[in-house]
């Protein structure tokens, strides 16, 4: 069977995920397209060679009986609407992060999806999908070395525009370790506190970069997550968790390794979108497999979600007190506390 | 559009292509299936839920005007006359290795398809579209290293049963060595001799392993490739090229490094399968794509499968005479010396 | 010409330090002991066969006016008399940590070797002359890595026995860290913080591990210093800078590499001595030359004692309130600030 | 006890060992020093302000009662006559490289040592003091990879000078793995191949550059030892040993890792005399021990340099003939199985 798919926002991140699906995954089709620029829509619909329907909205394209599926991938404050009307219309949901601007937000679509007695939704943190976020998993849920008690990680960028500003570091960047940290060891965050170091020359007036965020879980685990987007040296990601037995740390990109000029080198990306091809692909991929096969989507939910809009907005606050900011989670339902392993 | 390939062979590697080509790639489809046991490609019609005509043969499959692409993948000696039923057919063929049993055998496949008059055929040397060695072909093409002047590699297995024997050294295994390594250094063979050291204690009465193969290259670089597949300790491919500037190496699989019990450690894989299972994806990706785009492959062209067929023979006569045996190739035909790019 | 050394105290360290000067290194004797327990400094005259006056107490010893340097390796509340008593005769100093238990005692060693008007006086910190640091202080010197921002380092021992309480975390372990970051950095500290996650099971009632230490230099170099001294899996020491063009890192201790069931691993020390003994030995080596060579010792001075002493307070301070704690240093005296290389 | 040592020969490497007895190690001191140019004798005793008589010639230096042990760091075709002389009176000798410049000369030295009824010389071979070879050894002893079946190795300096021709990449260069690799894995070699694949650029007219010799051993272990002498990159010293279970592989040089302009690299020497100082102090300094404490040397013997003259004979003669050629080794007399362990 394929599922056909109405993508909802036709923008950069809309237009590499209709490629993916028309071009590089198994079991997806897009059917219909809308955006709020029709241009927009129209020029996907060409540019792909889609058999689509182009729609004027939102409620018009979860509308047709035919979508089986909604991809969101519009601006950040229009998501919960179109999340809402898919769930409403009992329709699969694939959500570009944010699932919704607020937690208000989050939690409404949360009660929606509950409503409807499956899981619908699956957000677009794609780190989870990652070949060495996933080992690092598996280490961590095969014990491998103990229980954690600190996790060390960072998120650098050679570089970010005038755009970018300091409450960015959370929204766009530190949001992934806010996803992928919870999820690895299976935790709840409790406080944030922000530190910021000498900024580096490289930055520019808007934007205090470094950034350190130090987080504490209701379990006592320590996390420091560096953010760092003017490094100038490349684009790096990297995570180590120390545990009671021992300590595991993601890979480092495969690359070839070079002896020349007195060096001993390998490469470092500079471009994310190569650093986590393989994750996009994969998040997707599993979404269409595992509600084609279990009904239902595997990957990160609408809790995840939820937990996101809560922990960031902490983050944002300790950005603006330099205090250490509460992070206050409601109870996680039931609903939500099903595991659901996510490897093929 | 979407090609329509017919599948002669479904065994193993039969199978696990249709799974790629149905499940997990874009842009092709299964039609046709056929196999000596009928049994075998009903099966394989029901197990992956083709819309499939099962035909009773080769002939017969390729005689369907619907099929776009025949992939190969019987038994080695019936290769031959299925390449060029579809070759006279005009049709696409992605053949598993060998392409055939002889250097004659490759000569007439290579005679066949210059008649058609473009590139129809492509052989399943996979390496060539492992992330590792797409990067170690850059870095030799880019001169980040200067001109090759040795090549030491290694291809080694955790364990073999009792039915490899000594020459499936050759056929089996260092094939992939000697497809990869002329393509890497755009060079032709020239000699090759053996080496033998002692049979490791975990090897069987009709298997000499490990096995060490000195080849020379018409350009003077002198290669070592190592076989050895009973190494107990993992499947590891090794490939390291010396040039005149300096030296690149194929990088080790990224693993979770771990911190545990006085050791530094990371995984080595013991399946070749995950090893090259992203390699087997891009390859035939790749196939699709190009006939799609480009109306004809991009991969490993018949004359790499006469390359190949020449080259093991004179590999298996060396292990047998202890000497050193010239590899004596014809001429490239200017039809193949086209070079094709297999990034995407 | 060959320095005459007296030894005060002759525990362990003491020993070490009289067995490298006999037995590894150059330029030294051995010529007087003494140490509280009288019959030890009796056995180390006889277990290393020195050619030594045994005298009764640190006041004798230092009248001995055969004696050119002192070393004083004796209980830490004894340092600072023994140290005063030699400055005061003129004679050089090799004291191992701490200077003196408090930052007043400190202080008097430091004005009483400023009234002698040149340094007599190294300061045991052996970091400085570990090959790693060497290179990574090396790095920060040549601009490598741009001005520093951040520093993430670590200190992990496989185990301690009860004796070893929270405190301790300061005064024996990240004293070493203390000592080498703001020498690596030429920086001063400016405040403290204390993370305590959750204690590790392999612990006890008294201690407190592991812990992160926040540290603020004048500069605005933002440093986290984790202290485990339960690791379990091996003596490990960390360090990284983050520059304003790229990080540096202390490299792994070199270790043969294996390749074994499916492990690709190499060795962790489990001792301290191990991963630091080229770094005592070069340690006193540089004293001895330094002091033959150029009439003054190069390596750490009382200063940096005073820094530890300060620096060590407002730590045990922040572990017992929890809150960030100033670090108020005095202005570095123009005696002091001359730098010197320690490198033969 | 202080080692009394006569140095026959004041070129750059009697030099550098007069400058380690004297200002580096610990129980020698240089008493007396002869050269064939006596102007470089007077001139080592006055730039390194030995207490040392300077003799007209070996005979003289020998002959002084005072004197324990002598070093020959004369030219090659010297030591021979400078060796037999010193035991003949019964005195230690640390020879350079190499023992005597025949196989026969050799032989005499290892029939006068016997006739002297212990072993009173060792011979210059520093890699097994290295501590890298040192790990790989005890790997190797523990059985950790079970019994070896092949090795590969590497010795690559950046450049030479026009004064090295071919046959110097086994007198100079080789020669050290002749040593280490018979040590390693305790075995005899049996015969030697050389490849020579085309030569680099970077070499010149007498000079064949890169070679590969294949070695074979008594007990089947297939060698490739890599000379290449203009690699350019640095001075690179390679090995990895294949065994039944696993492999262990030599640790690249211990260098601070770096993250900057997208590559993430350490660094690689180029100086030969860095790469093996801690080796060179360590062999001197046990052989002082070792004279001390056990009453003899225990590293490399004249049974050693015999394996190494007769070893690099069948090499010369392998570069000349382009045939393999056959290593007569005389078995090793009893007098030379004791195995002695040289670490402290
Ligand atoms: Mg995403
Ligand atoms: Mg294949
Ligand atoms: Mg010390
Ligand atoms: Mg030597």
């Known amino acids: 069977m394929t599922i056909k798919i109405g993508v909802i926002g036709t923008g950069a991140i809309g237009r590499e995920h209709i490629d993916r699906i028309e071009n590089i995954l198994s079991g997806g089709e897009v059917k219909a397209v809308t955006d709020v620029n029709q241009e927009s829509a129209y020029k996907a619909v060409k540019d792909y060679n889609l058999d689509a329907t182009v729609y004027p909205d939102d409620v018009a394209l979860v509308g047709d009986p035919n979508i089986d599926a909604v991809f969101v991938t519009s601006w950040g404050p229009a998501h919960e609407q179109s999340v809402l009307l898919a769930i409403e219309a009992g329709k699969y949901v694939f959500c570009e992060k944010p699932l919704a601007t607020s937690a208000e937000g989050c939690m409404r679509i949360v009660d929606a999806e509950q409503k409807q007695g499956k899981r619908l939704v699956q957000v677009g943190f794609m780190r989870r999908y990652d070949e060495g976020y996933v080992q ?19 998120h650098r960028n050679p570089g970010v525009d005038e755009n970018y500003k300091t409450n960015m570091a959370v929204t766009e960047t530190l ?22 170091p000498r900024k580096t020359k490289h930055s520019h007036a808007e934007l205090q970069d470094p950034q350190v965020f130090t987080l504490k879980t209701q379990g006592g685990v320590l996390i420091h997550a560096e953010v760092f987007v003017n490094c100038k040296y490349g684009y790096d990601i990297q995570c180590e968790v120390m545990g009671e037995e021992g300590i595991a740390k993601l890979p480092e990109v495969a690359s070839v390794v070079v002896r020349k000029e007195s060096k001993l080198s390998s490469n470092i990306l500079n471009d994310w979108k190569i650093r986590f091809m393989d994750a996009y692909n994969k998040e997707l991929q599993n979404f269409l497999d595992s509600v084609e096969k279990y009904g239902e989507p595997q990957g990160p939910t609408s809790w995840d979600g939820y937990i996101a ?22 109870d996680t339902p039931d609903f939500y506390k099903k595991q659901v392993a996510v490897r093929n």
């Open 309 to 330: 809009a809560v922990t960031a907005d902490a983050c944002l606050q300790a950005q603006e007190t330099g205090e250490e900011v509460d992070i206050k989670l409601q």
């Open 136 to 154: 690092l998993k598996e280490a961590l849920d095969n014990n491998e070395i103990g229980d954690p008690l600190m996790i060390h990680c960072s």
């Open 175 to 196: 949001i992934h370790e806010i996803d992928a940290l919870h999820w690895l060891i299976d935790d709840n965050y409790e406080s944030v506190r922000v530190d910021f």
